[in-house]
């Protein structure tokens, strides 16, 4: 009778004991699923307003609009499709090839016409990267036949450029401008000596620089 007495206390100890570590795990684990839910619950939360913010920043970034780009948009519209070709692949090509890239291209050769650019087209010299019609495919930067093949200018303009724009009075001046800027004399389509290149025109130094 002692015996059995003895080993039910035994028992009952044994079953205190696994019920109360039990217990202690399940608040442990309760306690982790509690702190897990709220630190996923605040991710959320902080993810949710970053996300609401890069809306408002993207919100901002549509309603404003860049100047460069409106004027791109502009050029854009001007731009038309290249003979049979279709408006993409004379973007495309456009965008290869600008003007001022070809233009420089077609000025290594010193054409002195349209008629000497047009024969050179037949011929293949200026190859693929020169359209034949580069005032169609340039319509938005062409200015004229003079200009793109760096043509210089008549008598009459060079002397106005001269007299009344760059303000010089003296041939010896002139010399002086146009070589000490000869990139700028180049864009402005005038000779070095307006004497010699102008030889049927030139009458003399005086009426040259006479207003």
């Known amino acids: 009778m002692l015996l059995q007495v ?4 035994l028992v009952t100890n044994h079953t205190l004991h696994r019920t109360e570590a039990f217990a202690a795990t399940f608040w442990r684990g309760n306690a982790c699923a509690s702190s ?19 809306d408002e920043v993207d919100g901002e970034d549509a309603t404003e609009q860049n100047p460069e780009d409106e004027e791109d948009e502009e050029d854009e519209e001007q731009i038309k499709p290249y003979g049979n070709r279709s408006l993409a692949w004379t973007k495309r090509y456009r ?26 087209m037949e011929s293949g010299q200026l ?17 004229s036949w003079e200009e793109f093949l760096g043509l210089m200018r008549s008598y009459d303009d ?49 009426t040259f620089f006479s207003k």
């Open 127 to 143: 190859g693929q990267y020169v359209p034949n019609r580069p005032d169609e495919m340039y319509a938005p930067e062409w200015i």
């Open 36 to 54: 897990t839910f709220i630190s996923v619950e605040t991710k959320s939360t902080q993810l949710f307003a970053a996300d609401h913010r890069s």
């Open 158 to 206: 060079t002397r106005h450029l001269a007299v009344n724009i760059l303000s010089l009075k003296s041939f010896d001046e002139y010399i002086i401008f146009v070589r000490g800027n000869p990139k700028r004399a180049e864009g402005l389509r005038i000779p070095v000596r307006p004497d010699l290149f102008y030889k049927d025109e030139w009458i003399d130094e005086e």
């Open 6 to 9: 003895l080993l039910l206390l």
């Open 95 to 120: 965008r290869l090839n600008p003007y001022e890239k070809c233009r420089n291209r077609v000025l290594r050769f010193g054409h002195r016409s349209k008629a000497d650019f047009d024969e050179a």
